[in-house]
């Protein structure tokens, strides 16, 4: 049977990319979520989500059962859609500056699939400006096309519920673009909030630094607190408990994925270095896991100790690695002790041992990442460190 689709989404299969295709689809649109990885595309028209996502698999298998929706890698599809959707973002280099080729390339490379009237939505996170440069330069190759920059704002694992309930921001350069969008994303949610394209490009980096830098303050305060032996988390309640002007203060833990710090990092650049919050927090959330490593070292003689990490992904009850430093504490540990023992139920590397045999073979167990089951683990009297407090039974180190 032909497909014939209403929207296409240039990077489908991803992240942000499927669950928004899904509800699209589910929402009556034809969509054709375009990818490059085979593999991944056979798994999901055989309704497997390949990532962790409440309820995801049930509306793919619908809007599967539908013929509402086609994984594939055929960009002509491309040329067929009224909209296109790209979600390819800004990521940044290892010298911490905005790396714009990667979004280019894709412009570049279906750039003869494009055709004029297309409203062509920008949807993940960029660097200021970024979209002004492509509706510039998608002018300059000749085409009347229809640019909006769109920001996602879901929580990662919770997309279906939050792409229905959470506001969506819209933003464009011409009237027709603006109220193509509203159309659009009114399929998802009745709550449009419409800016300028720099101030939606803007809003979406605000908000990942300001959640970045809120995190930074929770672990500062945890490292001063605990240098002077005291614990975060009874200090943390006390501020907290029925005081509401302190509602949003975060607890400790490792700050990452792979928003939060590139984004941080790109509002730098874009303020010519003068961004010092965003700085100071890179500092402090980047040297958790060597504050950490000093305090176990100032306790045990730990290369002559054997350490558990258990949780590897990036955030709780998640399958999702990017940028998790898990991995950075692991890889200072691996310098500094006897031996190091890795876990993580969500995950299937070979180097990962259950949470049983880390818990047999490890003198101290740190949990890196919160994930619920770890609340009913038994770990036999073994000296366990929780930064993240999941057992209630503070977090000092």
Not at 53 to 69: A, G, H, I, Q, W
Not at 90 to 101: A, K, M, Y
Not at 152 to 162: D, F, H, N, P, T
Request: charged share 25%; with cysteine; proline share 3%.
């Amino acid at each position: 049977m032909k497909f014939s689709p209403d929207i296409t989404v240039i990077g489908g299969c991803g992240h942000v990319g499927l669950p928004l295709s899904i509800m699209f689809a589910y929402k009556g649109m034809k969509v054709c979520a375009l990818d490059i990885r085979e593999d991944v595309i056979k798994a999901v028209n055989r309704g497997i989500v390949p990532f962790l996502d409440k309820n995801l698999d049930k509306y793919l298998k619908e809007v599967l059962v539908s013929n509402n929706f086609l994984a594939t890698d055929d960009d002509s599809f491309i040329n067929q859609s009224e909209v296109v959707i790209i979600i390819i973002g800004t990521p940044v280099d290892e010298h911490l500056n905005p790396r714009f080729n990667d979004l280019l390339d894709v412009i570049k490379r279906y750039l003869k699939e494009f055709k004029d009237g297309q409203l062509l939505v920008l949807r993940s996170t960029v660097y200021p400006g970024t979209s002004k440069m492509i509706n510039e330069m998608l002018i300059r190759n000749g085409l009347k096309i229809d640019i909006a920059f769109c920001p996602e704002r879901i929580a990662q694992g919770y997309s279906v519920k939050e792409l229905t309930s959470l506001p969506q921001i819209i933003s464009s350069f011409t009237k027709s673009g603006l109220e193509r969008s509203n159309k659009l994303f009114s399929l998802l949610t009745n709550d449009i909030i419409e800016v300028e394209p720099m101030e939606a490009e803007l809003a979406k980096l605000f908000t990942n630094a300001w959640r970045y830098i809120n995190f930074a303050i929770a672990n500062q305060f945890y490292m001063v607190a605990n240098d002077f032996n005291l614990d975060f988390y009874k200090i943390h309640h006390a501020m907290t408990y029925k005081y509401p002007r302190i509602k949003g203060f975060a607890k400790a833990g490792f700050a990452a994925g792979p928003c939060l710090f590139k984004d941080t990092m790109q509002i730098a650049s874009f303020y010519k270095n003068s961004f010092f919050l965003g700085h100071s927090a890179m500092l402090v959330n980047e040297g958790l896991p060597d504050y950490i490593v000093d305090r176990l070292k100032q306790k045990h003689d730990l290369i002559n100790t054997k350490v558990g990490i258990l949780g590897m992904t990036f955030k709780a009850n998640n399958d999702d690695i990017r940028e998790s430093l898990s991995f950075k504490l692991k890889k200072i540990l691996e310098f500094e002790a006897k031996e190091v023992y890795c876990s993580d139920y969500h995950l299937g590397f070979n180097y990962l041992v259950s949470e049983k045999e880390l818990i047999d073979k490890s003198d101290i167990i740190l949990i890196a990442t919160p994930h619920s089951r770890y609340n009913s683990l038994d770990f036999k009297n073994k000296k366990v460190y929780d930064i993240w407090n999941i057992l209630g039974k503070g977090g000092k180190i």
